[in-house]
């Protein structure tokens, strides 16, 4: 009996070395998909970048989870995905917790309105008295009489820090609505004659009014050469001290590559390269 037992102990430590090997053997091996996760800015970007990296890479799976920049910058603190998008810098807490910042693009925040909106152009300084609730109607700024309805994003969103922080607004903006994907914010801008709102350039299209911004339009050209004021970065973000699987290391290398950059274009930002 008790040469049984002894001998069933040593046939259950076996096992338990023969599956922590496995364990082990399964840990080194390499992703065959790619978990990008945050910026709903960065969608039609990530999404051209991800398309074409399939297209060149058999048999590896790209994802994008567009849950919003504070999201998946915690989503690579912790090791949720393996890139996280941020359409704002880190900020220093974030960089001394770990993470590295890479800038993959710089994108225009258009400040967006109805069609039917007559105005035109706003300097910075109208931008902010507008969303501080110092100038309420449009009249008082060369529209139609009518009160502005202020459209912006959720805290936590990449687009919203970025505007806040341009236009010297943090803590001082009484939102009607705040809403959870730049879609969102145009959606509801075009179905309303006296709202105003921002969202990343590249995804604005015939159903809102990008303005001027202190007589320059936003563009590739001004944003690239600086002159629209109201631009962000585009940001992969990574952790110090994990390495990213050969797979994702493969497609961190295509984004930021030369080949990429015309791409990047495509989805209406300017490349960093």
């Known amino acids: 009996m008790r040469k049984t037992k002894m001998k069933n102990k040593i046939i259950a430590l076996s096992l338990a070395g023969i599956l922590a090997l496995a364990a082990f053997a399964g840990c080194s091996n390499e992703s065959n998909t790619v978990s990008t996760d945050g910026s709903t800015s960065m969608e039609e970007v990530i999404n051209v970048l991800g398309e074409k990296f399939m297209k060149d890479n058999e048999g590896i799976t790209f994802t994008y989870n567009p849950t919003g920049s504070g999201t998946g910058i915690k989503a690579v603190q912790e090791g949720k995905c393996d890139i996280g998008l941020s359409s704002r810098s880190l900020k220093q807490e974030e960089k001394d917790s ?133 631009q962000r970065p585009f940001v992969l973000v990574t952790k110090n001290g994990t390495g990213l699987s050969e797979s994702a290391q493969k497609f961190f290398d295509f984004a930021t590559s030369n080949e990429a950059a015309n791409l990047i274009a495509s989805a209406g930002v300017v490349a960093a390269v």
């Open 98 to 230: 770990g993470l590295t910042e890479t800038v993959l693009a710089l994108d225009g925040i258009a400040i967006i309105v109805n069609p039917q909106n007559t105005v035109e152009d706003l300097t910075v300084e109208q931008i902010a008295s507008i969303f501080k609730g110092e100038i309420t109607n449009w009249k008082d700024i060369g529209g139609s009489d009518g009160d502005i309805v202020l459209i912006g994003r959720e805290a936590g969103s990449g687009t919203r820090d970025g505007f806040e922080s341009i236009t010297g607004t943090e803590g001082a903006i009484k939102y009607r609505q705040e809403l959870t994907s730049t879609g969102d914010v145009i959606t509801t801008v075009a179905g309303n004659e006296n709202a105003i709102g921002y969202a990343s350039l590249s995804a604005v299209k015939d159903n809102v009014k990008a303005l001027s911004v202190g007589g320059v339009a936003p563009d590739e050209g001004t944003i690239k050469d600086g002159s629209y004021v109201v």
